[in-house]
């Protein structure tokens, strides 16, 4: 017997949660590197909320983080640090650079590349930062007891050092 006009609709106007088959729960969600993405994606939108006062990515505190622990470094050896790609990190250092808030210059001991160090202003906006960033990455693992965010972090990062040299931009020291 066929449906009626009324039974379709109220079939149509099901919640997902009540489908005997969601693709995104059953198929999209076994899979580690949809869920990996879609973390990284929540992260970002957290960052902003709590970062929106200064116009910095994730990307750009990570390298102004890098250039803070280690000045000078040159674009490779800071692509290689991050896990970046020469192009992006180049791309990055020079809207940090337009920003005021890194130097680079040419490496005297190798005139084909580049350096780079946090300035002053750099640091500032850093420390201006830090309490919206801490709060993004806390915001980000509260929905796990203390116990489960050590654990998390810790699989996190075996995982990371297990497949660093899948990446096109392994990590340096892993």
Not at 37 to 51: D, S, T
Not at 67 to 73: A, R, T, Y
């Amino acid at each position: 017997m066929a449906a009626t006009g009324s039974q379709a609709n109220k079939r149509k106007k099901r919640p997902s949660s009540e489908l005997a088959f969601d693709p995104t729960k059953q198929v999209l969600w076994s899979r580690p590197g949809y869920l990996v993405r879609r973390l990284n994606q929540i992260h970002y939108a957290m960052f902003f909320e709590e970062c929106t006062e200064q116009n910095v990515t994730p990307v750009q505190y990570g390298i102004l983080t890098a250039l803070s622990l280690s000045p000078w470094l040159d674009q490779t050896a800071l692509a290689m640090e991050l896990g970046l790609d020469r192009t992006t990190t180049a791309d990055v250092l020079k809207r940090l650079q337009e920003k005021g808030l890194i130097e680079r210059r040419t490496n005297a001991l190798d005139r084909r590349s580049r350096q780079a160090a946090i300035t002053p202003e750099g640091l500032r906006v850093m420390g201006q930062l830090q309490d919206g960033m801490l709060r993004a990455q806390r915001r980000l693992l509260s929905p796990l007891s203390v116990r489960n965010q050590a654990i998390f972090m810790k699989l996190l990062a075996t995982l990371v050092e297990a497949n660093n040299q899948y990446s096109r931009t392994s990590l340096k020291g892993l």
